[in-house]
Nanobody, 120 residues
């Protein structure tokens, strides 16, 4: 069974930093593109950053220069380093990954979400 497990959320003062992690687990899986999304109360889920299996990254403009996405392919883990956090970064952050599962093919998976709260 494939799982995405996020960690690292929390409560932080403006200007502070947090590092989110997302680990994909499952038997004989191949993890391709991974991404972080976020959803603030009353708003639609939005893409924050993505990273291909080859390391190519995409960062949304609102967090460019403050957030960095990275991954460690050997252990199927992705990270989001968030610096200079602002109250408007407050949201539930979700991990997303395209994963190939033996015998069933490619699927889109989501983590359960981790809350990031930046005090205002």
């Amino acid at each position: 069974q494939v799982q995405l497990m996020e960690s690292g959320g929390g409560l932080v003062q403006p200007g502070g930093s947090l590092r989110l992690s997302c680990a994909a687990s499952g038997s004989d899986i191949a993890v391709y593109a991974m991404a972080w999304y976020r959803q603030a109360p009353g708003k639609q889920r939005e893409l924050v950053a993505s990273i291909s299996s080859g390391g190519h990254t995409l960062i949304t403009d609102s967090v460019k220069g403050r957030f960095a996405i990275s991954r460690h392919n050997a252990n199927n883990t992705m990270y989001l380093q968030m610096n200079a956090l602002k109250p408007e970064d407050t949201a539930v952050y979700y991990c997303n990954a395209q994963i190939i599962v033996p015998k069933t093919g490619e699927h889109d998976y989501w983590g359960q979400g981790t809350q990031v709260t930046v005090l205002s």
